[in-house]
């Protein structure tokens, strides 16, 4: 019964450099979804997936942001050549395929660029 | 017109108040509703599901209302520990059988002595 597991919690890394985000969902949970969040800002859509395919991922802020997801459950998303302006907070959520169906987010991965 | 909004605030209501947030969602084919807690620096949280009747979780009051495509939420004698933001999240039908929740960006709520 473990909730949704990001890690790490917190990534400080340099300007330029790659970095590489996880997110480990509740067993059962088809779909799965990463958000941004800046310091005092609301959630920013980032992508969707359904099982290993993302129908939506219209949030995506750059071709340097990327994400896959395998096997159904864990997810990576990946930031090429880190900006300053991608230190951020980074949620993951996920839920139950069916309609009634509440998601339920990780601690996030808070991102620093220095 | 955005699928999910909601004032963004601050609302900062004396303690004891009564509160009503709205949300309103574009896409009338929705058939999910939720409010989340968003607490300082903390991930968001399940407050309640909003049904069609209504319904009520103590000082929580979640509404529906599909003609105007909006949901509400009315915490009554607001407590200091009520201070958070409130997300609301709506469904939509994303193909085969599945359904995607789309999240407001919260209403920020500062409940003071």
């Known amino acids: 019964g473990a909730g949704v597991s990001q890690s790490p919690s917190n990534k400080v890394t340099e300007k330029g450099k790659d970095v590489e985000l996880r997110c480990d969902p509740i067993s059962g949970h088809t779909a799965l979804y990463w958000y941004r969040q800046s310091l005092g800002q609301g959630l920013e859509f980032l992508i969707y997936f359904q099982g290993n395919s993302a129908p939506d991922k219209s949030g995506l802020p750059s071709d340097r942001f990327s994400a896959e997801r395998t096997g159904g459950s864990v997810s990576t998303l990946t930031i090429q050549r880190t900006q300053q302006e991608d230190s951020a907070v980074y949620l993951c959520?996920?839920?139950?395929?069916?309609?009634?169906?509440?998601?339920?987010f990780g601690q996030g991965t808070r991102l620093t660029v220095v | 017109r955005k699928e999910v909004e909601q004032d963004p605030g601050p609302f900062n209501v004396p303690e004891g108040a009564t509160v009503a947030f709205n949300c309103t969602y574009s896409?009338?084919?929705?058939?999910?509703f939720f409010w989340y807690r968003q607490d300082c620096r903390k991930e968001p949280k399940l407050l309640m599901s909003v049904y069609s009747s209504g319904n009520e979780d103590g000082r929580f009051t979640a509404q529906l209302n599909r003609a105007s495509q909006y949901i509400s939420l009315l915490i009554r004698d607001s407590k200091l520990s009520d201070s958070a933001t409130y997300l609301c999240a709506v469904n939509k039908d994303s193909g085969a059988g599945s359904y995607q929740l789309t999240f407001g960006k919260g209403t920020k709520l500062s409940v003071i002595p």
């Open positions: 896409n009338s084919a929705s058939q999910s």
């Open positions: 959520a996920s839920h139950r395929i069916y309609m009634n169906t509440e998601a339920f």
